[in-house]
């Protein structure tokens, strides 16, 4: 059960993160160079992921190069995703690709099958589909304007969806034979290390979204900063959990599906909190069908969740 508590932990940050993403791209970006924002995580992620390491005496001799090399590579590639998330929140709102992201778990399936040997049992597999209903329930359901999201956003979602899983199979495969917190604690902070150093040289390669970056905090009077600064944190918090429950979990689609298929379920609730206290950062629809039907996917999901676990 430890893998499902995480798993709770990096929806419930994941979903303000998903939030303040897109505050930050509203607000500030209004739709334009959104992934010049990078620039902040190149610097942060680097920063805090080399603190990390060494508040926890992290030594170069506890893992082999190749292994060293693999977290650094599942990091770049977390952060290469990052740019089609990116482009793809100039184009819609993040709570409507946020619905795209449900694409994962079924991917993590066929990958984890075919390169980890994850196995699955009549049940489980049960489990899956009908926690993906969920997700497939709120999209049917949507408002039609949901409903059409632009056919470039969607190919954006899907390409970030497709490198984010390669990356963490990637740094499941290197721990799949141990869960000590302290080798993990490392083991993480060398996959955001890698995500940090790639989004520097994304930087130094892109002068235009450099160059966006800092109009954008000249023009706030760095006001972006705090929004930002949130957002990397809420995010670096998420990843622990969940490549800690990737890890944890009896095979990677079972935690991806109780996380994805959770997700839009947890954005609209905490959105009609956000709205009623916040109503420039939430902006939910309160009628009484969308509530219904949430309601619906949330039952959908807690059965699929119990079903997983016999």
Do not use: C
């Not at 739709?31 to 170069?60: D, H, N, P, Y």
């Not at 450099?210 to 930002?228: E, M």
């Amino acid at each position: 059960m430890s893998w499902l508590i995480l798993v709770a932990i990096a929806v419930l940050f994941d979903v303000f993160r998903i939030f303040t993403d897109n505050y930050i791209s509203d607000v500030y970006y209004k739709g334009r160079e959104v992934a010049s924002q990078k620039m902040f995580s190149a610097i942060g992620k680097t920063i805090v992921s080399i603190i990390i390491l060494i508040a926890v005496g992290f030594s170069f001799t506890e893992f082999s190069p190749s292994t060293i090399w693999l977290l650094l590579l599942s990091g770049a590639l977390l952060s290469l995703a990052e740019i089609p998330y990116y482009l793809a929140l100039g184009i819609e709102d993040s709570t409507n690709i946020g619905i795209f992201i449900q694409l994962a778990p079924i991917l993590y399936l066929i990958l984890g099958w075919l390169f980890l040997g994850d196995t699955f049992s009549p049940i489980q597999l049960a489990a899956i589909a009908i926690i993906l209903v969920a997700p497939v329930l709120i999209v049917m359901t949507s408002r039609k304007r949901s409903r059409k999201v632009k056919l470039h956003a969607v190919l954006l979602a899907f390409l970030y969806v497709l490198i984010a899983v390669i990356g963490n199979l990637i740094f499941v495969n290197v721990n799949a034979e141990n869960f000590d917190t302290h080798f993990l604690i490392e083991e993480i902070s060398l996959t955001i290390l890698g995500t940090g150093l790639t989004d520097l040289i994304i930087m130094l390669a892109l002068p235009k979204w450099r160059i966006r970056y800092y109009h954008v905090r000249k023009k706030s009077k760095n006001k972006v900063l705090i929004p930002l600064g949130i957002s990397m944190t809420v995010g670096l918090i998420k990843s622990f959990a969940y490549r800690a429950a990737l890890v944890a979990a009896p095979a990677v689609a079972l935690a991806s599906a109780a996380s994805d298929s959770v997700e839009p379920i947890a954005i609209f609730f905490m959105g009609v909190i956000l709205t009623l206290i916040w109503p420039n950062f939430g902006r939910e629809k309160l009628d009484k069908k969308t509530v219904r039907i949430h309601l619906i996917a949330t039952v959908l999901v807690v059965i699929g969740i119990v079903l997983m676990q016999l």
